[in-house]
């Protein structure tokens, strides 16, 4: 349900990224299928008991709604992991569980090239805050097609921690000049509404992810089907 009062114009549109940009079951799922059964060969330890600590389902390569894993950092990763590594580091662990190029295949949201075009052409200056590594994140981004669509990117390690506290997406708007109250935050997890809402802004849920509508109406000013019905949305807020 659209939950908005304010006619103020949206001057900036933030996304998250999984389950935002691209969907994040088929693009994820497999990788991560893969990825517990090479950790199970290397650790010793159950296939079936690393995707339970992942809540992670293997025979359908998908992760489970509540998984921790959705709306996590790298370092929450690395420490669900860390009981199957204790000879790693932190560090080591990241490293090891970092995607090597190639390795994920993009599933792109349908309509994300015609959505970003059009609020380009409307004079909406946009930006990208996850829970990503930032560069990880930049050469995703460039694997899309995006290049130079995004003004700031912010990932979790970029200096302003990671949602759901507000900073990168307060940071972001900074970065792109529009007050928080004209600056909408699009995300699929709690985590993305909570970090808008905190900050001051709008907050657009999509259903591209793993949560349902019921887990982000709360916390929305509305809920699409996913950003290909965003510039509609926005063009009833006004523009700048």
Request: aromatic letters at 4%; charged letters at 20%.
């Amino acid at each position: 349900m659209d939950m908005t009062h304010s006619v103020r114009p949206v001057r900036a549109v933030l996304f998250d990224k999984d389950g935002t940009l691209i969907d994040f079951q088929k693009t994820w799922g497999p990788w991560a299928a893969q990825s517990i059964r090479d950790l199970a060969v290397k650790t010793g330890a159950a296939a079936s008991q690393i995707a339970e600590t992942l809540r992670f389902d293997l025979a359908h390569e998908a992760f489970h709604r509540d998984s921790p894993v959705i709306a996590g950092t790298p370092d929450d990763l690395a420490g669900l992991l860390a009981c199957y590594l204790p000879e790693l580091s932190p560090r080591e662990i990241l490293t090891l569980i970092t995607p090597d190029a190639g390795s994920v295949t993009l599933a792109p949201v349908a309509g994300l090239v015609e959505m970003h075009a059009a609020l380009g052409a409307a004079g909406i200056a946009q930006g990208v805050v996850t829970n990503d590594f930032e560069g990880e994140t930049r050469g995703q981004i460039r694997d899309l097609g995006l290049d130079g669509v995004f003004g700031v990117v912010i990932g979790y390690d970029s200096g302003h921690g990671g949602k759901p506290a507000p900073e990168g997406c307060l940071a972001a708007a900074r970065a792109l000049g529009s007050d928080p109250r004209d600056t909408v935050m699009v995300g699929d997890s709690l985590h993305d509404l909570n970090a808008g809402r905190a900050a001051g802004m709008r907050t657009v849920a999509v259903l591209t992810g793993v949560a349902v509508e019921a887990d982000l109406s709360p916390y929305a000013d509305v809920v699409l089907a996913s950003i290909a019905d965003l510039p509609a949305w926005i063009a009833r807020q006004g523009t700048a």
